[in-house]
């Protein structure tokens, strides 16, 4: 792999308030917590991303982004895997490994979190490791893109 790699992971809305939001469902673990753990877990062999929004647009607008400066997208949707069929299309233009990531496992919960609108555009989907999910997504970003190189 180039030490060039770079891996997005883009987190939707709300995800900003880790640690605070309801920990007992997503941990105690900070956003920047979660952006080192991300770091630690690429060793070198990529750059991180590592970015949040609480607006839908703005991640269409970075998932475009990732089509020309990326090798794997890791995206963590948050409530817009249950309705947006914008980061669907959005994430369907990719062709780089696209990794659904969610800290909770969302097929536990409520029914209305039990479609993603994202998981058919995914490669694959973790879920419910809190945040050593973002490392396993991150090891399984760097395999998918030693794979393709």
């Known amino acids: 792999m180039s030490d060039t790699s770079v891996i997005y992971v883009l987190n939707g809305p709300n995800l900003n308030l880790l640690g605070a939001r309801e920990p007992e469902i997503y941990g105690r673990d900070t956003l920047a917590d979660i952006e080192q753990r991300c770091v630690t ?15 839908e647009g703005v991640l269409v607008d970075w998932i475009q982004e990732a089509r020309e400066s990326a090798q794997a997208l890791i995206i963590n949707p948050a409530a817009y895997s249950h309705t947006s069929v914008a980061l669907h299309d959005a994430l369907k233009t990719l062709t780089i490994p696209v990794i659904e990531l969610h800290l909770s496992n969302p097929a536990a919960r409520e029914a209305f979190r039990h ?3 994202v998981s058919s555009a995914a490669t694959g989907v973790i879920a419910g490791f809190g945040a050593a999910g973002y490392e396993l997504a991150v090891q399984a970003a760097l395999t998918k893109v030693r794979e393709r190189a």
């Open 41 to 55: 877990a690429a060793a070198g062999e990529a750059q991180i991303v590592f970015r949040q929004t609480n607006h």
């Open 115 to 117: 479609h993603s609108y």
